[in-house]
């Protein structure tokens, strides 16, 4: 098994927010230009992730039937 093994886990909307936003404010004050690369990639991931899971809700909805009352 090696470091660049990927892994499953779950965490919710407010835990991936927390770790965004952590990492962003690490970029701001604490980085230097070599993590840059790296944290790019947390990012896609993450925010990917967040918005495969809004387009799914999304297609979930147009696919309900109108109520016609």
């Known amino acids: 098994m090696s470091i660049n093994t990927p892994h ?3 965490l919710t909307e407010g835990q991936i927010g927390v770790i ?4 962003e404010y690490y970029l701001k004050n604490e ?5 840059i690369v790296e944290f ?6 993450l925010e990917g992730t967040i ?9 979930a909805k147009a ?3 109108i109520g016609e009352w």
């Open 51 to 59: 918005d495969k899971h809004y387009d799914k809700v999304e297609k």
């Open 63 to 65: 696919k309900q039937p």
């Open 8 to 10: 499953k886990v779950t």
């Open 31 to 35: 980085c230097d230009s070599n993590s």
């Open 40 to 45: 790019d990639n947390i990012f896609e991931e």
């Open 20 to 23: 965004l936003c952590s990492l």
